[in-house]
């Protein structure tokens, strides 16, 4: 407790970031459900890979597709999922990698409809999905043009919302798939963000991140007090099966960025107007804190 008390109090005078535009970053969320319920191996999905790879590569970076087969239980035929991973190479060479992800599919069926008939109908996924890739997008503009002074990884995976309720193994498969690429030695931390979108944003720490990387969910949640992001809660309210998971188990420490008190969760109606930029805002300026200071994490003991 006393190094991480003296991170905040006495470390070396904090690097701030540039500007997070999150007007920007909302018109990615919204692009992003204008084309339609980005369910694994649909057109939507293909499209919406087109919109990223796009992205990043127009920033520089060079984008890699992670293409593997799943075989769905629910419909017994074989689905092809992909994962979107895009590189930021800082000037310095040395730097070390840090591993930013979200998931970009949406949920096949919106089980928690109210209306009945509608709950085999794949959701929006504004906040579901949308918003964490949104913001990742948005980091990708401010570190392609002022180097962070280290080297970011943005992953963005399929198939993490696949199951249904209780078949754990049939989620976060683009993540797993992903950790099973030797990662335990390219990343100093990773930082998982989902369902960040919500114009009534509450972010509680996360039960494993808390359980398994605590240190680095302090340093995110002192970030966001030293800030005056408000939306950010200092205590743990949930503990979610989630990508960040996948990390953890391959041994990357990563931690877990969602908000888990949406009303509109895995319904029709989790889409754009349930959102807002100043709940992208909060969770983007955090994160841009985070990167520009991530030279000095793990702090000295
Ligand atoms: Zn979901």
């Known amino acids: 407790m006393f190094a991480i008390v003296c991170l905040s109090s006495c470390g070396p005078t904090p690097t701030e970031a540039p500007p997070f535009d999150a007007d920007r970053a909302f018109g990615y969320l919204e692009t992003q459900v204008d084309f339609g319920p980005r369910v694994p191996d649909t057109e939507a999905s293909a499209v919406a890979r087109d919109y990223y790879y796009g992205h990043f590569s127009n920033l520089g970076m060079e984008v890699d597709s992670q293409v593997f087969d799943f075989f769905d239980p629910y419909s017994s035929t074989n689905m092809i999922l992909v994962n979107v991973i895009a590189h930021y190479v800082d000037p310095d060479a040395n730097a070390m990698r840090i591993c930013l992800m979200a998931h970009y599919d949406c949920r096949p069926r919106a089980e928690y409809a109210v209306d009945s008939t509608l709950r085999d109908t794949p959701i929006d996924g504004a906040n579901d999905g949308a918003s964490g890739v949104a913001i990742l997008m948005e980091l990708a503009n401010m570190v392609a043009t002022n180097p962070p002074g280290c080297h ?150």
């Open 152 to 301: 970011v990884d943005f992953v963005l995976v399929d198939g993490e919302d696949w199951g249904e309720p209780g078949d754990i193994q049939y989620y976060m498969l683009g993540s797993k798939h992903f950790a099973q690429s030797n990662i335990r030695d390219r990343y100093r931390f990773g930082i998982v963000v989902d369902m960040v979108g919500d114009s009534g944003q509450q972010i509680y720490r996360e039960g494993f991140s808390n359980m398994y990387n605590e240190a680095l969910t302090d340093l995110v949640w002192n970030t966001a007090a030293s800030l005056g992001v408000t939306t950010f809660h200092d205590s743990v309210k949930y503990t979610i099966y989630d990508d960040h998971l996948s990390l953890i188990t391959a041994g990357v420490p990563t931690i877990d960025i969602i908000d888990f008190d949406y009303p509109f969760w895995h319904t029709e109606s989790d889409t754009p107007d349930k959102c807002s930029p100043l709940a992208l805002d909060n969770v983007g300026r955090v994160l841009g804190h985070v990167i520009y200071n991530s030279s000095s994490w793990p702090p000295k003991r």
